[in-house]
């Protein structure tokens, strides 16, 4: 949810193969990444399949009906924008992440593929709230 905090900045080390900075080349090319990531310091250890997200005061909701960091696989996604790759660093602002965060994977934000038409989308009243 980093456009909640869009001025949050951030960067990523490759570290990956021999020549670290060759899996991110072209990757300058697009404005936003999606950046896949391990809810690694996540203090609550136990899972609950309802919770109480802050907009619903009180109420509950399925865990897979909100954006909770309490899930049974602890895996985030975050849109990011992309200002820039020098060598094997990606340079990132709108970062919901926190420093030492393990990184699973970097992929291109492609609008045709990463998003759907609004009228098609449904969200829940309590969401736009």
């Given at each position: 949810q980093?456009?909640?905090?869009p001025t949050s900045r951030g960067?990523?080390?490759c570290n990956f193969g021999t020549n670290p900075s060759h899996p991110l080349s072209g990757l300058e090319e697009f404005s936003h990444v999606w950046v896949v990531?391990?809810?690694h310091d996540n203090g609550n250890k136990t899972l609950k399949a309802y919770v109480h997200p802050?907009?619903?005061?009180?109420?509950?909701?399925?865990?897979?009906?909100?954006?909770?960091?309490h899930r049974p696989n602890p895996i985030g996604l975050s849109l990011c924008r992309l200002?820039?790759?020098?060598?094997?660093?990606?340079h990132l602002s709108g970062v919901?992440?926190?420093?030492?965060?393990?990184i699973l994977d970097i992929k291109p934000y492609i609008p045709y593929c990463d998003s759907e038409e609004p009228s098609?989308?449904?969200i829940p009243d309590?969401?736009?709230s």
């Open positions: 980093g456009s909640v905090a960067r990523i080390a990531w391990v809810f802050p907009r619903l005061d009180g109420s509950r909701k399925g865990l897979f009906a909100t954006r909770t960091p200002d820039s790759v020098e060598g094997n660093v990606v919901d992440i926190i420093q030492g965060t393990p098609t989308v449904r309590w969401i736009m």
